[in-house]
Nanobody
Framework: VQLQASGGGLVQAGGSLRLSCAAS????????MGWYRQAPRKQRELVAH???????NYTDFVKGRFTISRDNAKNTVYLQMNSLKPEDTGVYYC??????????WGQGTLVTVSS
């Protein structure tokens, strides 16, 4: 399984970015797709996830600002990030969990938010 993350970049505070995670096989192969981030000198943490039935869950610090979605026809999961803050800076990783508990990781995409 390959997960190709893209869409990161440099943006000013208050700006927006959309991250994409393209999977090498059908999203229905996975129970949950998620976005994680790792800020400098911090542990990787969950940002949002979306289930096979498109139920979503967000961590508190992104609620109301970020939206996770999926396009099953394109085998792609998106993370729309609005009202970005400097503390959103980090490497964003997509992950895919199978029904049997195996997790696959993408390579990460860097998001830098300047103040």
């Amino acid at each position: 399984v390959q997960l190709q993350a893209s869409g990161g970049g440099l943006v000013q505070a208050g700006g927006s970015l959309r991250l994409s995670c393209a999977a090498s096989r059908s999203l229905f192969s996975f129970n949950v797709m998620g976005w994680y981030r790792q800020a400098p000198r911090k542990q990787r943490e969950l940002v949002a996830h979306i289930t096979r039935s498109s139920s979503t869950n967000y961590t508190d610090f992104v609620k109301g600002r970020f939206t996770i979605s999926r396009d099953n026809a394109k085998n792609t999961v998106y993370l729309q990030m609005n009202s970005l803050k400097p503390e959103d800076t980090g490497v964003y990783y997509c992950a895919a969990d199978t029904l049997w508990g195996t997790r696959y990781w993408g390579q990460g995409t860097l998001v830098t938010v300047s103040s």
